[in-house]
C-alpha cells in the first residue's frame, strides 16, 4: 500500500488518512521515521480497535489483518477493503477511487 | 237428349266455370308468387340487416363484459400489492449497507498527538487504514 507515495492526492481531496499500528511505540516511531512517513500512524498495541473493526487474526498470524476503511464527513463507514490475498492487494488507487464517489 | 243436353250443357257450363277457376288459380298463383318473391325480397334483406345488429350487438357486449371484469380486478390488486412491499424495501438496503457508524477509537501516534476518529466528523473524511509490512 503505496499510502505514502499518494498522500498528497488524499490531502488534495481533503482526507485525513490515519494509519494503525499493532506494534510497540518504539517499532511504529522507528518505521515512521526510517520511511518517513507524513501521515499520522497510531499504535494500539492492546489490539482492540482491529478486532473492533473485525479484521484482527483473520489470518491466524495474531495480527491485524490489511485493511482499509473510508469514514464519511458524518463519521460513518462508508466503504472498507480488507487483505484478501496476495494478488489482492489494496492500492491507493482504489481508495482515491472510493473517495471520489463519497 | 235432354239429359244429354244437361249433361253437354253442364260440360259447357262446366267448362266456362272451369276455366273461370283455372284463370283465377293461375292469376292467384302468379299473385302469391308475387307476393311471396315480394316477401322472399324484403325479408331477404331483412334478414341480414336483422342478423347483422344483434351479431354486432352481441359480440361486443360479451366480449366487453368478460375482459372489462376479469383484467381490472386481477391486475389491479397485484400491482398495489406488489409496489407497497417494493418501496419499502427498497429505501431500506441502502441507508443500511451505506452508513453504519465507524466504531470510534483514540489513539496515540507515534508522531505525539493523540487522534480521535470522532474529532472528524463534521470536518473531513477519513481513510482509516490497518497495515504493517511496509507503509
Redesign the interface.
Same mark, same amino acid.
Given at each position: 500500500?503505496e499510502?505514502?507515495k499518494h498522500y498528497q492526492e488524499?490531502e488534495s481531496r481533503?482526507?485525513?488518512?490515519? $494509519?494503525?499500528?499493532?506494534?510497540s511505540?518504539e517499532d511504529?516511531?522507528g518505521?515512521?521515521?526510517r520511511?518517513g512517513?507524513q501521515f499520522?500512524?497510531?499504535?494500539?498495541t492492546e489490539g482492540n480497535?482491529?478486532r473492533?473493526?473485525g479484521?484482527f487474526n483473520l489470518y491466524g498470524d495474531g495480527?491485524?489483518?490489511?485493511? $482499509?476503511?473510508?469514514?464519511?464527513?458524518?463519521?460513518?463507514?462508508?466503504w472498507k477493503s480488507i487483505y484478501s490475498g496476495i494478488h489482492d492487494l489494496i492500492t491507493s488507487a482504489d481508495?482515491l477511487a472510493a473517495?471520489d464517489e463519497? | 237428349m235432354t239429359t244429354r243436353s244437361r249433361a253437354l250443357r253442364v260440360e259447357s257450363e262446366g267448362s266456362p266455370s272451369e276455366s273461370v277457376y283455372v284463370r283465377a288459380g293461375i292469376v292467384a298463383v302468379i299473385a302469391l308468387a308475387v307476393v311471396l318473391a315480394a316477401c322472399g325480397d324484403t325479408a331477404a334483406p331483412a334478414a341480414p340487416v336483422a342478423e347483422a345488429a344483434p351479431t354486432a350487438t352481441e359480440a361486443p357486449v360479451p366480449p366487453t363484459a368478460t375482459d372489462t371484469p376479469a383484467p381490472p380486478p386481477a391486475p389491479t390488486p397485484q400491482p398495489t400489492a406488489t409496489q407497497a412491499p417494493q418501496p419499502a424495501a427498497t429505501p431500506t438496503p441502502p441507508p443500511a449497507p451505506?452508513?453504519?457508524?465507524?466504531?470510534?477509537?483514540s489513539?496515540?501516534?507515534?508522531?505525539g498527538?493523540q487522534?480521535t476518529?470522532?474529532s472528524?466528523?463534521?470536518?473531513?473524511?477519513?481513510?482509516?487504514?490497518?497495515?504493517?509490512?511496509?507503509?
Open positions: 500500500m499510502l505514502q488524499f481533503g482526507v485525513e488518512v490515519l $494509519a494503525i499500528s499493532t506494534d511505540l511504529t516511531a518505521i515512521v521515521e520511511i512517513l499520522p500512524v497510531l499504535y494500539n480497535v482491529p473492533e473493526y479484521i495480527l491485524a489483518t490489511g485493511s $482499509a476503511f473510508l469514514v464519511d464527513l458524518d463519521g460513518n463507514l462508508a481508495i473517495i463519497l | 451505506a452508513r453504519a457508524a465507524a466504531v470510534d477509537f489513539l496515540p501516534s507515534a508522531q498527538p487522534y476518529l470522532s472528524f466528523a463534521g470536518q473531513q473524511p477519513v481513510v482509516v487504514v490497518f497495515y504493517r509490512a511496509f507503509w
